[in-house]
């Protein structure tokens, strides 16, 4: 049985946590106009586990643990790690990737609120209690010795000498610290995209279905892909559709339409030719499904009615047709109104005037730009001279 101690006060979590749910809401990919969030977050953990998006650049895995052991040492360690953390961004200034590059150090949302759920899952921080602690927060009692527990696990590299007033390299991983980030995410995050992708370089751009390395993918790997291939092209026509309605209602309700407001009738098209090329009209739901239950995900009944009646409509009929089908129509303006109920913005003056004129209207990505450019700095510093 084993004892625990801890001096860290509750509130620093509980404030981490909270500012972590705001930063969701304000972030353009987290927002889900038709309601299909926890599929599109699932499909995301599988391919890409630990990822969010507002990552930017590896090297934070390593920056902020070292902001935290620096900072426990002193009478306040949380606003000592708070403190480090606006003083790496004055050497970082200018680099692509880098936190306060606009507001400098009246940064509100630091990394370490970032990076802290990628830093637990992929076992970087494997005691968040302990993070803050100036002695050892926990003692396992699994051996005679009974050894201190450490928040951070043990092979994570020393920090560097002047840091973090100095950050030599910049986000540049040296060898060493390139390796201990590959071996941490292939220890917790094997049999993924993410873990292939650890073992063949991506290129530096292109949308993921048309990625090199990730055509490669074996097995349940490349199902994955595909599947969500299938979705996001799916959602990506309702998405369109959805758009051009509230596009065609502003001037109904003598709304004027905001500046460089997007030809959506020319992206469906656009959008029709590629769902035939790929073969989404004959796409079965069935493995995607089976896949969600496997992973624990709880879809809500009512999520998973809309995207079945939704690919349901798409093997109805001609891809070309869908913008002008009424039973498309239709549906599209039921799922909002069940969706959003009184903040729906089809039929309501006052929301559709708050309109920017693109809501939720680019395909999916799963979190691809962000995982790629961490994927990137391990590669670099991978090929990098010891």
Excluded at 5 to 11: E, T, V
Excluded at 42 to 48: E, M, N, S, V, Y
Excluded at 341 to 358: H, I, K, T, V, Y
Aim: with cysteine; hydrophobic share 45%; charged share 25%.
């Amino acid at each position: 049985m084993a004892s625990t101690i801890s001096w860290l006060d509750a509130s620093v979590e509980e404030q981490r946590r909270m500012r972590e749910i705001v930063e969701l809401f304000l972030d353009r990919e987290s927002r889900d106009e038709l309601g299909i969030g926890v599929i599109r977050d699932a499909i995301a953990d599988g391919l890409f586990p630990g990822t969010s998006t507002l990552l930017t650049r590896a090297r934070y895995l390593l920056f902020i643990p070292w902001c935290y052991q620096l900072a426990v040492a002193s009478s306040d360690p949380a606003w000592t790690a708070d403190w480090h953390e606006r003083r790496l961004i004055a050497p970082l200034s200018g680099l692509d990737g880098a936190f306060g590059r606009v507001s400098g150090t009246g940064l509100k949302r630091l990394p370490g609120s970032v990076y802290w759920a990628p830093l637990t899952r992929w076992g970087i921080l494997l005691d968040p209690d302990a993070a803050l602690s100036p002695v050892p927060h926990r003692l396992r009692e699994d051996d005679a010795a009974r050894r201190p527990a450490s928040a951070w696990v043990a092979s994570l590299p020393p920090v560097p000498e002047g840091f973090p007033s100095e950050v030599p390299g910049g986000f540049d991983l040296t060898l060493v610290e390139a390796r201990f980030l590959r071996d941490r995410m292939l220890a917790t995050a094997d049999d993924s995209l993410l873990a292939w992708l650890l073992d063949h370089r991506p290129s530096g751009s292109g949308d993921l279905w048309q990625e090199p390395a990730v055509l490669g993918a074996p097995g349940e790997i490349a199902a994955l892909v595909h599947h969500g291939r299938m979705f996001a092209a799916a959602l990506h026509g309702a998405a369109l559709v959805y758009n051009l309605l509230l596009a065609e209602e502003l001037p109904a309700l003598g709304l004027t339409p905001p500046p460089r407001l997007p030809d959506y009738r020319q992206r469906l098209e656009d959008w029709a030719a590629n769902a035939e090329t790929i073969g989404l009209l004959d796409w079965s739901t069935a493995w995607l499904w089976r896949w969600l239950a496997q992973q624990a995900v709880r879809v809500p009944p009512a999520t998973r009615v809309f995207v079945e009646g939704w690919v349901r409509l798409l093997g109805n009929q001609s891809a070309h047709d869908l913008a002008d089908a009424p039973q498309v129509r239709s549906f599209i303006r039921e799922r909002e109104r069940r969706h959003k109920r009184s903040q729906a913005r089809l039929g309501n003056r006052r929301r559709l005037s708050q309109w920017g004129g693109a809501s939720g209207a680019m395909e999916l990505e799963f979190r691809w730009p962000q995982a790629r450019r961490i994927l990137l700095d391990i590669h670099d510093g991978l090929e990098r001279d010891a």
